[in-house]
């Protein structure tokens, strides 16, 4: 094998599938050469040196061999395994739940460095105890949305642009963000319709909105936030990306069914 078909990486493990008969199929997150898909030979095998270092979340050193359909990874070597957060179930499906929005978000072969940065950041946090998981996730999406292209318009109306008013304001996904009263009322010129999908927002829910849009998470990781303003902004926000992914996430309902059953 030439040299110049070894390339080296530093990879997150966003997902991995079976492949085959004993290998793994892995979707990873890099910083140069965004996502990418390879495949982990004999991984599954109990014999294996690299399946360890390719666990789901891992924060890995690889290198890998240029193939025909998917490249292949010849060396693994775990830089951060995140340890502290795989010992509570909580804690994993909130790590699930960032990879799958990376995963559908992110196109293939784009680099993304700042994604990269985030999810490699937000993965560290979750290993510590004094994280608020839900606090997290929501400056997570938030942050993600706007690398990915998707920020939503929280400061001017998404409509006709007029600064937004302390008062009773909505939020639509298919506008991109928060109305004001009057264009709730106006039918949008482009279309000769409504926005179908524009709820309430309080004043305290978007207050935390925008307060995640534009603080780094050294400031947001202290907030102290209403339970009710956290409720109502977790709910905007998958309204918001399902809206956009057109699809519901698998992650979402493990987390959901995982409240539940802590009550
Ligand atoms: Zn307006």
Redesign the pocket.
Known sequence: MSRERLYRVQAIVLKRSDWGEADRLLTLLTPDRGKLRAIAKGARKPSSRKSGHVELFTHTHLLLAKGKHFDIITQADTLDAFLPLRENLERVGYAYYLAELVDKFLEEGTENRASFNLLLGALAALSEPTTAPDLLARFFELRLLQYAGYRPQLF???????PIQPTENYFSAEAGGV??P???Q?PRAHLAEHVYDAQVISLDALKLLRYLQTREWETVRGLRVPGAAMAQVEALMLHYITHHLERNLKSVEFLRKLRFSIG
Do not use: F, I, V
Not at 156 to 162: L, M, P
């Open positions: 001017h109306c998404a409509q006709c642009g007029k109305l004001d009057e264009c709730l106006t």
